[in-house]
């Protein structure tokens, strides 16, 4: 029942795809044209076509890849010595849902000069912060995003919506769920793992147009996997928007007074197949231990997952966005929160449909924490290796659990009567220069086992203190036209 129709063909899942595989799909399927994707430094997906004349030069291109500009594509490599390569990953193989002329579409790796993993790559990072965190856990780290975008149209004045009530909202009232679901079905086909999808909170009208809210969520795998995924999505939702002739955003904050788009993600630990988030039906100390991880990074965190000036002016109090570092169960005025789990010992299902039997299924698997900082100005792939790397420094934290124990919430933060233990509290960085210190302050965890190179630091470090927003917040309060400004620059980040 996979939607990718190469893995259909071959009969096999894609980790298990080899070059053999690819030239057979080619040849027997009428492919034209090959696409090696990957992404750049500015967070997108970048493409190099190629048309396939005949076999020799296909299985040359699957196996030596090809040189590209590495100063055009990373500020931190000079002109100098530039030249890169990129590696097709086969697993990653799928079929353009949008070219014309019949495309394999494969997500490659860089590498140095040397023919090594190119150590500022962002999916190599990403695979360096996997790695490490299983060699210090013995487990692995699994992950997902819910990945929120505003879509942009024609005010037609039909079945308008309330204002900033759209969550869940069906047909008519909600306009984009046919396209929503066009985007899904092409993003299982390239692979993605997908939860589920739906309309979100946000929606508005201005300027004679109509701004609605939407979200997939994607299920928890393999962290390397659930970036990838990630910006395949991003790449398709946007590009099917254009054939459409629509507008999409994944920006962190659209206007005042209205929902921002955050990014947040889920994570788990596995060990030979079974989540260890739970312990007898109750959050396992190896989860707490995760979550002091994240609260101890959390300021620096912020230098991974909110790219640009905009993104903190979605993270202010009242607008179900993290102000402080703290975490609850199903809470959603802290930073990480344990989502509702499946932990009662009742058979809904059962309840539900009393001609079922009792079902055996193992719900523990379900458990996930979830981190509500980031927003779609993100690098995915640093955003993850940051989490992944939080994550396992909780389990070399001595205090981890004091940790855990003494930065829990059960209480909305923001209500009047919860004054005194908000005022207990850390806050997260109100700019991205803030951002900036925080991680020059906390560089040398990312840096251990050899995770993040020093040249990403510097240069995450370099980009976030450019924007030279350290007071732009206040700044702009009573400015909404500069706040628009702003807003129209980063609209198409990350």
Known sequence: MNANPVVGFLQKMPQQFTKADIIHYVRENGIKMINFMYPGG?????TLNF??????????????G???????LFSFIEAGSSDLYVLPRFSTAFVDPFAEIPTLCLLCS????DGQPLASAPEHTLAKASRAFTEATGMEFHAMGELEYYVITDDEGLYPAIDQHG???????SKMNLFRQQCMQYIAQAGGQIKYGHSEVGNFKQDG???????????PVRVEEAADQLMLAKWIIRNLAYEYGYNVTFAPKITTGKAGSGLHIHMRIMKDGKNMMLHDGALSDDARRMIAGMMELAPSITAFGNKNPTSYFRLVPHQEAPTNVCWGDRNRSVLVRVPLGWTADTDM????NPLEEKS???????QTVEMRSPDGSADLYQLLAGLCVACRHGFEMADALEVAERTYVNVNIHDAANADKLAQLEQLPDSCEASAECLDRQRAVYEERGVFSPAMIDGIIGQLRSFSDRTLRKDTEQHPEEVKKLVETYFHCG
């Not at 860089?110 to 000069?113: A, G, N, S």
């Not at 299902?349 to 539900?352: E, F, L, M, S, Y």
């Open 66 to 72: 090809e040189r590209v500009d590495g100063s055009s």
């Open 209 to 219: 147009l109509v701004y609605e809210q939407n979200e997939i969520e994607f299920l």
């Open 110 to 113: 860089y590498f140095d000069k």
């Open 360 to 366: 055996r299924f193992d719900k523990t698997v379900k």
């Open 51 to 64: 048309v396939i004349t005949n076999e020799a030069y296909l299985d040359t291109i699957l196996t030596c």
């Open 42 to 46: 500015d967070g997108k997906l970048k």
């Open 167 to 173: 969550y869940h909202e069906s047909a008519p009232y």
């Open 349 to 352: 299902c059962q309840i539900a």
